[in-house]
C-alpha cells in the first residue's frame, strides 16, 4: 500500500495544476478551525457521499504562515471519483471531486515538500444517498436488517431507458422472528427525487419468514431517483 501511495504522490506532483485565485477567495484560515485529521493538515471533513451527476468540494488548511499552494492531492482509484484543485490562497486550498463510476476510494491531500504531511478523505460515490434503519419494517416481534446492495446497469431491452437508470439489488436477513402469525414479513422503500417527491414504493418482502435467512430484491430505479429509503422503527 505505501509503495502504491508513493507512486501516486509522483504522479500527482506532475499533473496537478492549482488555479490561482485572489487571495479574498479564500480568506487565511486558522488552524483551530478544526482540529480533525491528518498530520500538519486540517480538512473541512474526513468523509464525502456523492450522488450520480453530482459534485462536491472540501478544504485543506495548513498552518499559519503556510503556502497552500505546495498541496497536492490525489484519489486512489480515479474511476470512483475525480479530485480536481479549484482555488488557494495563503495557508488554505479548496478542492472539488466529480462523480465518476461509483464505489468507494481514499483522497489523500499532502505536501509537495514533504509527503509526510498528509491526510485523509474518505469517498463513497452512490447513486443515490441510501437510509437504511437499523431494523427493517414495522413489526417489532419480526424484522430484517440490510445485508449488502449493489447497484447494476439498467439493461432491460423491451422498457424505456428513459424511465431506468440502473437496477438496485438488496439483500435483508430476517433477525428477529418471535410472532408466528406474522409469518409473510414485508416493508416499504421508496424512490424520491430532488424535491422531495416519491417517485416509486416498492415493496421488500419475505413469502416465508425464517430467522438467519437472506432475501433478495430487485427494484428499477427512476431515472430522477436522488435518494432510497425503507421504513423501520
Known sequence: MKTNWEKLKKRAACSILIFVIAASVIPPQSVSAKESIGNGI???????????????????????GADASRLACVVAD?????????????NAAAYQITYG??????????SLDDP??????????????MEFPS???????NYCTMVSYEFVPYDFKYADFNDYK??????????????????????FGYFYD????????????????????????????????????????
Open 194 to 233: 430532488a424535491a422531495g417527491n416519491v417517485l416509486s414504493k416498492v415493496h421488500l418482502y419475505c413469502s416465508a419468514l425464517s430467522k438467519g435467512r437472506v432475501y433478495h430484491s430487485e427494484f428499477n430505479v427512476p431515472v430522477n431517483a436522488v435518494r432510497f429509503s425503507v421504513e423501520g422503527f
Open 101 to 110: 463510476n461509483g464505489g468507494s476510494t481514499v483522497a489523500a491531500v499532502y
Open 166 to 187: 440502473y437496477t438496485l439489488n438488496l439483500q435483508y436477513q430476517c433477525t428477529s422472528y418471535k410472532d408466528d402469525d406474522y409469518n409473510r414479513w414485508g416493508c
Open 42 to 64: 486540517i480538512l473541512s471533513t474526513d468523509s464525502i457521499t456523492l450522488t450520480d451527476g453530482a459534485s462536491a468540494t472540501f478544504t485543506a488548511v495548513l498552518g499559519d
Open 116 to 129: 509526510a504531511v498528509v491526510a485523509y478523505v474518505a469517498i463513497n460515490a452512490t447513486p443515490l444517498v
Open 135 to 141: 431494523r427493517l419494517g414495522t413489526n417489532r416481534d
Open 78 to 90: 480515479p474511476n470512483v471519483a475525480a479530485i480536481t484543485p479549484v482555488a488557494y490562497a495563503a
